[in-house]
């Protein structure tokens, strides 16, 4: 989780190969996230289509309630422990990104820093899709200043990328969904 206080504006892209908001339309998520206190995060997601179709979607776009909260800190040998959920507040019928889970993580430093995250996901609440269930898990590592190089099971395929800090507090994000198409993203952060 970022630092207390904390705020991140950011936008991306996503291909419409995998986008299960809209099959077969590419969308772009913009969100911002708030760290209210050192183990609470609360994020508005707003996912706007980038092909409209009149017939089939409203104009406003979809809109993404999240959470989490850090119920055990990481310390010495023992990993954070976080609890999630996301879209658990619109209508049955307009959620596409639910999810609910439980991530625990840990960070080691072998010649490079590196965090380790496996979590577990439900389909618990009803939805019409549902994000991270089952057993998902990542690895990042800071191997050059500035860059962390990302590998991740997100519960349905393999995605890879790197996010790059290229001025203070902002950043930019390049990868591969399913290895096999381009996405990005970028971010700025602020501390209140």
């Known amino acids: 989780m970022p630092a207390d206080g904390s705020v991140t504006f950011g936008g991306g892209f ?4 995998y986008t299960t908001y809209v099959e077969g339309i590419d969308y772009t998520p913009y969100y911002v996230t708030v760290q209210f206190l050192p183990f609470l995060e ?6 706007r289509l980038v092909k409209f179709d009149r017939q089939n979607i409203s ?12 119920v055990l800190e990481e310390k010495g040998t023992r990993p954070g422990v976080v609890l999630g959920a996301h879209d658990f507040i619109t ?3 307009g959620k596409f990104f639910n999810a609910l889970y439980v991530v625990a993580s840990k960070h080691v430093r072998i010649g490079l820093p590196i965090g380790f995250h496996l979590g577990y996901g439900t389909d618990a609440i009803d939805s019409v ?3 991270f269930v089952g057993v998902f898990g990542g690895m ?3 191997a050059l200043p500035h860059t962390l190089l990302m590998i991740e099971f ?9 996010r790059f800090s290229l001025v203070d507090h902002f950043q930019v994000m390049a990868g591969l969904q399913g290895m096999d198409v381009l996405i990005a993203g970028a971010s700025i952060r602020v501390q209140l």
Do not use: C, P, W, Y
């Open 154 to 162: 997100d519960g349905d395929r393999v995605n890879a990328g790197a």
């Open 42 to 47: 609360g994020t508005l997601r707003f996912s």
């Open 91 to 93: 209508a049955e019928r």
């Open 14 to 17: 996503v291909d419409k190969k």
């Open 59 to 70: 104009r406003v776009g979809d809109r993404v309630v999240m959470g989490r909260i850090r």
């Open 140 to 142: 990042a590592v800071a």
């Open 129 to 131: 899709g549902h994000q």
